[in-house]
């Protein structure tokens, strides 16, 4: 780091392209994973970034200062740091909090600023210095200095050094123009790797697989950032828009990408080590003059064996199966045919076993890749895994991994099943779905439902069934119209709002059924009827007089309303009974079969049928024959009837006071009727003239005839006069004509 940046700080923002990501607040306890970014903020300060930029926490030592390069030791368990303006070395622990472990003063002989970090396979390290004495200090795992080197120097010492593959060789810089190199193992300086001088001021440096300078390297140039080849000449340049101070430098863990930063603006980026493109950026770390060094966990360093173990976290649910995959490299490169050994070291599965593959004996695949699978015990919690390798030096590196069990509730099925109904009935307590739970402890109490019904209304269902179900869901519900609709089901889990179900099925509504009856209230029927022809009750209770239409059949070939007489209903609505009504007149007496055929809009039909006799009185004005109560049953089965002659008194017999006057020959009634005399009605009088001076119709009679039967018949003067007890019905004989001598006969 050059002196300027001791003396003068200055704090301001450069504008520059992309959206800035800001830091941050930190929470409380904060994992770190393979990829996340250590970037060196100064006041003793990093902040801590995960690999998609998004800031997690940041770690001080409280000392204040300048921080720069950093990295973790080669089993991933400490956190090495700089503190350039004390010349320390502080440790922090890689488990959550994230203590300080150990601190270690380097200055040695007389050195001062130490600016880089790295590791060897063994684990011990190298520390570079940017002032005092410029040596390069080496310390083994246990932080003590076991050597001091004292490699050529350029503007300032061993400023950014990075260690060879082959355990011996440090590629550095010295705020030159140049990458240096120097031998540790022979205390040899090198030649430049870099034969022609680079146009800026070289800081920290990566070098690219295999590791030993054959595959190039990266360098911060200050203007950009620069790739040299295996030759040490320049292949490639990296560079923003508005960044000029290229100063950090780190490879991340995935092998295609690496980190730089800005100590100018405070920014550090990700760029794609082949395409050059930028992948993530600017990410706003510190002001102006404050960012001086970036590391992260997991990267591929030349010199030491790594091993990486994919996802480094991970929540399932219990009882299932879980698979890591384990990534060996050795000098930035796949490692392949590495056995690696995998275990659950805390959990509720711990010293679970499981299965490799694609290597049922865990050694590496051409990707250095072996992958790890177990099953869940069903105990929710988290595990730790450790997948190891013993790399070449004989040193175990091993790799960790979270998988958090968690109890999920598994899912339930649902199916809907099928509604019969009829319309305007309604239904209790019917089902509707079927829930199908995988829990055997589950009970009917934790789901509620709701039943659309699918005509514009809905309703909570109801559930039961046995602890384990299968439960049912049923409502109560009443369609008004027949038809087909779609029921909805919507069950729900209101403790675990994701484990719900929706069924849909169908209702299918019959057209309710009618019931009709006949409503004429005699078995004959005047000639000209005007009256009720039936009666019907619909099952819907929602029924209404729109809903029905009527046809009367009347027997003898008319039908109404199409004979032009209008046919009638009324009553309901609802189940109350209906009236058809209709009116017709016959062209002659006799049998008949009035139908009366009722439909409604939902084709449901009834029909009524009633056996009538149509029959007429002698006279079309309703005057009649009269007949003796005696002569018709119960008091005489003859059933024979002699309405008129000349014998009718002797015919005759009543059960009236005194014998019936012979001058009475039978017909009870003025012809011509000039009076307006309605038709005989039980409980009147009648009265006519003697003989046959009120002449009887000329015939032919009707052949079903209304005839009055009489208890008492008088005579006053030249008046007869009788009561009306009943009517019958007679089915006349032939011979009737209005002399009293050709009788009228026929059978009751």
């Known amino acids: 780091m050059k002196k300027r940046f001791l003396t003068v700080l200055v704090s301001f923002a450069m504008s520059v392209v992309g ?5 941050g607040v930190a929470t409380a306890a904060t994992t770190w994973n393979n990829g996340d970014v250590f970037a060196a903020v100064s006041n003793g300060s990093y902040k801590v970034y995960d690999n998609n930029g998004v800031f997690k926490q940041t770690i001080s030592d409280g000392r204040g200062g300048f921080t720069t390069g950093c990295a973790f030791n080669p089993t991933g368990t400490r956190l090495y740091t700089t503190n350039f303006s004390q010349n320390l070395v502080e440790a922090y622990d890689n488990n959550d909090p994230h203590a300080i472990l150990q601190t270690i003063n380097t200055t040695g002989s007389g050195t001062a600023a130490n600016e880089s970090v790295v590791f060897a396979a063994d684990g011990s390290f190298y520390v570079g210095h940017a002032g005092g004495n410029n040596k390069l200090t080496h310390y083994n795992a246990a932080g003590t200095s076991s050597t001091e080197y004292s490699p050529a120097t350029e503007s300032r010492g ?11 060789t440090i590629f550095y810089t010295s705020e030159g123009s140049h990458v240096k190199r120097f031998n540790v193992a022979a205390s040899t300086q090198l030649t430049d790797f ?5 146009t800026g001021v ?6 690219l697989p295999p590791g030993n300078g054959t595959g190039g390297l990266l360098v911060a140039d200050t203007s950009d950032i620069v790739r040299l080849n295996g030759a040490g000449a320049v292949m490639q340049t990296y560079s923003i828009p508005g960044e000029a101070s290229w100063f ?3 490879l991340d863990p995935n092998g295609t990408s690496f980190w730089s930063g800005n100590f100018n603006t405070g920014n550090f980026y990700r760029f794609n080590i082949n395409t050059g493109a930028k992948e993530l950026g600017p990410i706003n770390a510190a002001g102006s003059f404050q960012l001086f060094g970036l590391c992260l966990k997991g990267e591929l360093t030349a010199a030491v064996s790594n091993i990486t173990l994919t996802p480094a ?12 995959t384990a990534t060996v490299t050795t000098n930035g490169l796949p490692a392949p045919g590495v056995l690696v050994s995998f275990s659950i070291t805390a959990g509720p599965d711990t010293g679970v076993g499981g299965t490799c593959s694609t290597d049922p004996t865990c050694h590496t695949d051409t990707n250095g890749q072996v992958s790890f699978t177990y099953t869940n015990n069903g105990s929710p919690g988290p595990d730790t895994i450790q997948a190891c390798f013993t790399d070449s030096a004989g040193v175990k590196q091993c790799a960790t991994a979270t998988k958090t069990w968690i109890v999920v509730e598994q899912k339930i099925t649902a199916t809907g099943i099928n509604v019969s109904a009829t319309e305007g009935t309604a239904f209790v307590g019917q089902p509707v779905a079927k829930i199908v739970d995988p829990d055997p402890s589950s009970t009917a109490a934790e789901y509620t439902a709701s039943i659309d019904w699918g005509d514009a209304s809905s309703s909570p269902g109801t559930v039961t069934g046995p602890m384990g179900g299968p439960f049912t869901v049923s409502g109560d519900h009443m369609y008004s119209e027949e038809g087909s609709k779609t029921v909805t089901v919507t069950i729900k889990d209101p403790d675990t709002p994701s484990n719900g179900a929706t069924t849909m099925s169908t209702a299918t509504i019959a057209d309710a059924a009618l019931s009709a009856k006949c409503a004429i209230a005699s078995p ?7 009256g009720p022809t039936a009666t019907f009750s619909d099952a819907s209770s929602t029924g209404t007089l729109s809903d029905f239409s009527a046809t009367i059949n009347w027997g003898d070939g008319n039908t109404s309303p199409a004979d032009g007489n209008p046919v009638t209903i009324a009553g309901g609505p609802g189940n109350a009974p209906y009236t058809v009504s209709g009116t017709h007149t016959y062209s002659s007496t006799g049998p008949v079969t009035v139908t009366t055929n009722i439909s409604d809009v939902g084709k449901s039909t009834a029909k009524a049928t009633c056996a009538e006799t149509v029959f007429a009185f002698a006279t079309n004005k309703g005057a009649a ?3 003796g109560d005696l002569t018709v049953p119960p008091a005489n089965l003859s059933l024979n009837a002699y309405f008129w002659g000349s014998q009718w008194d002797q015919m005759n017999p009543m059960s009236g006071p005194g014998p019936s006057p012979s001058a009475m020959k039978g017909f009870a009634g003025f012809e011509d009727n000039s009076f307006g005399l309605p038709p005989p009605v039980c409980g009147n009088h009648w009265s006519t003239d003697t003989g046959n001076s009120t002449p009887p119709p000329p015939g032919p009679l009707p052949a079903f005839m209304g005839v009055i039967v009489s208890s008492n018949v008088t005579q006053s003067g030249s008046v007869i006069t009788g009561d009306i007890k009943d009517v019958v019905i007679v089915k006349t004989n032939p011979g009737y004509a209005p002399n009293p001598g050709s009788p009228g006969t026929g059978t009751i």
């Open 19 to 23: 959206v800035a990501i800001p830091s």
């Open 313 to 324: 976290t991970a929540t399932n649910p219990t009882g299932t199966n879980h698979t890591v």
């Open 524 to 530: 004959f029927i005047p000639q000209t009827y005007t």
């Open 194 to 198: 870099n034969t022609i001088a680079l």
């Open 248 to 250: 950090a430098l780190n």
């Open 202 to 207: 070289a800081y920290a440096l990566r070098l």
């Open 625 to 627: 024959f009269v007949v």
């Open 158 to 168: 061993t400023d950014w050094v990075d260690l060879s593959s082959d355990q011996q």
